[in-house]
């Protein structure tokens, strides 16, 4: 499904939509499973291992930002990474032989879908080698309007941005002054419903909150090249074999690669997500600023 012109698109620019990846019964399946696990959300209080909350959640009003992990939630999550239209485009771009390294459900629900500030994922889990991306997988038509991903070409190639707050902590948000001129080039990432985009691990992005009146649901899942080893390490070395996607097996040889990369430590004072190890940058917030301007 993946042309010649669309990798030569993400090595030039670091990201790529490819169009009509999943058809229309496979995302109707999708967004049952979706509707059964948020009508869960309506028995509990407080983030946990399923369910990231939005500000204002009760179980009267359920609100959930994000599906953890859900590939270890429902099997149909597990397989849909793993389907040959998916796996061929992920050998396209990173090679033969690839790892899951993680999944989220990112829920931008209509009117207060949450935003998320600028970063590059490989702050959050720099490796031994960046041949590593994001799938973002539209489960809503995503226009401008509903909050789509915002990515900045070329920036793939560049630094790794500080991702720590003024407290010397890591916080996974980049000071919005310190990338006045990439802001200013960022992309829409926009596509029908059943599209993916793929975007490259050290690529800067970020998104507005959704103040429109639909829905932006974006399955994210992170992949890796089978030798990208994390640079916390791994503790569970079974664990970390059971995510391999593709390829001849498991290896313990990493790729070393003179890569850039700055450790996220000293660990966030507020872990869990994504959303609640920003808040760590709250005074230095870009999207929420510009929301509530
Ligand atoms: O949901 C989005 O648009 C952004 C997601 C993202 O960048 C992340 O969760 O790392």
Redesign the pocket.
């Known amino acids: 499904m993946i042309t010649d012109d669309m990798v030569q698109t993400y090595r030039a620019d670091g990201f790529v939509v490819v169009p009509d990846v999943l058809d229309a019964p496979t995302l109707a399946e999708m967004r049952g499973v979706i509707a059964e696990i948020v009508a869960g959300a309506a028995d509990v209080d407080a983030h946990n291992e399923v369910y990231d909350l939005e500000p204002g959640h009760t179980r009267a009003e359920p609100k959930v930002r994000r599906i953890k992990t859900p590939h270890k939630v429902h099997k149909l999550f597990d397989q849909l990474v793993r389907l040959p239209q998916v796996v061929s485009i992920l050998q396209a771009l990173i090679g033969p032989d690839v790892r899951l390294y993680g999944s989220?459900l990112?829920m931008?629900s209509a009117r207060y879908g949450s935003p998320?500030e600028w970063?590059q994922?490989w702050a959050f889990y720099p490796h031994t080698n960046d041949d590593i991306l994001?799938i973002?997988v539209m489960l809503d038509d995503t226009t401008v309007e509903n909050?789509?991903?915002l990515c900045v070409p070329g920036t793939h190639k560049g630094p790794v941005w500080s991702h720590h707050g003024s407290d010397g902590r890591f916080c996974g948000a980049i000071a919005p002054a310190e990338i006045e001129a990439e802001i200013a080039r960022a992309v829409p990432i926009v596509g029908r419903a059943g599209s993916m985009s793929f975007h490259h691990v050290r690529t800067l992005?970020?998104?507005a909150q959704n103040v429109s009146d639909r829905p932006?649901n974006?399955l994210?899942y992170e992949v890796a090249a089978k030798d990208a080893w994390p640079l916390k390490g791994v503790s569970d070395l079974a664990e970390f074999d059971s995510r391999l996607i593709t390829g001849s097996g498991p290896t313990i040889e990493p790729r070393l690669a003179p890569v850039p990369a700055r450790m996220p430590l000293p660990p966030p004072s507020r872990e869990g997500s994504?959303y609640e190890t920003q808040l760590g940058a709250i005074e230095n917030s870009y999207f929420r600023k510009k929301t509530a301007a």
């Open positions: 989220k990112n931008k998320v970063h994922d994001a973002g909050g789509p991903l992005h970020g998104s932006r974006l994210l994504i």
